[in-house]
């Protein structure tokens, strides 16, 4: 099956520090990838959108000069928590998907971000 | 809209009784429906999925119903095991709105032995 691996699995760092995820579908290109964030006992809220060589689309209420998603390969998404503060501690998951409409989106393990 | 999980709802089943996981979805234009399962501090992991024009679904030991009526969505589980337990989260895409996965608000499922 589709493999997608997230990097780092966990990290701390210090109020006011940038902290970059990556996000890389193994075994298959990937023309579109998610990023979600899950707060816990929460259920996962879409941030944003982001397909090869464009800009990501951002649901609303999410930062995007906060949250700096670059997609630059079909294989690669990373998301970039600029300036975290500890209320951007939470778990962030990305997924991939390879196709369009019913096109399973297939999730990657998730990185636990705690802010100090 | 989007759906928000504040609380999650906890099914607790004898280990080798059935289980029924139920979700109420938002959108009638949602035209594709997942369930996923999630153990602690991991990604969702694909169940099984629906089609908006089927109203039901079978894989093994797991079936999903759809009625679309009432917008709602059901995971049965036969005989649950102990590694059936985990979060349970339902999906809806909803295509013309840039084909976009919302999450329902989640179930826990814990399972006696």
């Known amino acids: 099956g589709a493999v997608v691996s997230q990097h780092p699995s966990w990290v701390i760092c210090k109020s006011g520090t940038s902290v970059k995820i990556e996000c890389r579908s193994l075994?298959?290109?990937?023309?579109?990838m998610f990023w979600y964030r899950q707060f816990p006992k929460q259920s996962l809220m879409l941030m944003a959108t982001s397909n090869e060589g464009s800009k990501a689309t951002y649901e609303q209420g999410v930062e995007k000069d906060k949250f700096l998603i670059n997609h630059a390969s079909l294989t690669l998404s990373t998301l970039t928590v600029t300036s975290a503060h500890p209320e951007d501690s939470s778990f962030y998951i990305c997924?991939?998907?390879?196709?369009?409409?019913?096109?399973?989106?297939?999730f990657g393990p998730g990185t636990r971000l705690t802010v100090l | 809209g989007e759906s928000v999980g504040l609380h999650l709802p906890t099914l607790s089943v004898q280990e080798g009784d059935n289980s029924i996981i139920n979700c109420a979805y938002s959108?009638?234009?949602?035209?594709?429906f997942i369930w996923y399962k999630q153990e602690s501090g991991k990604g969702p992991q694909f169940i099984i999925d629906i089609r908006s024009n089927m109203d039901k679904r079978q894989g093994q030991r797991v079936t999903v119903l759809l009625n679309k009526t009432v917008k709602h969505l059901s995971l049965q589980i036969a005989a649950t095991q102990p590694g059936d337990s985990a979060v349970y989260f339902c999906?809806?895409?909803?295509?013309?709105?840039?084909?976009?996965?919302?999450f329902g608000a989640g179930t826990i499922l814990r399972v006696k032995s």
């Open positions: 999906a809806e895409n909803i295509f013309e709105n840039g084909n976009k996965l919302v």
């Open positions: 075994d298959f290109q990937a023309t579109t």
């Open positions: 959108n009638s234009a949602s035209d594709y």
């Open positions: 997924s991939a998907r390879v196709g369009g409409q019913y096109n399973e989106q297939f």
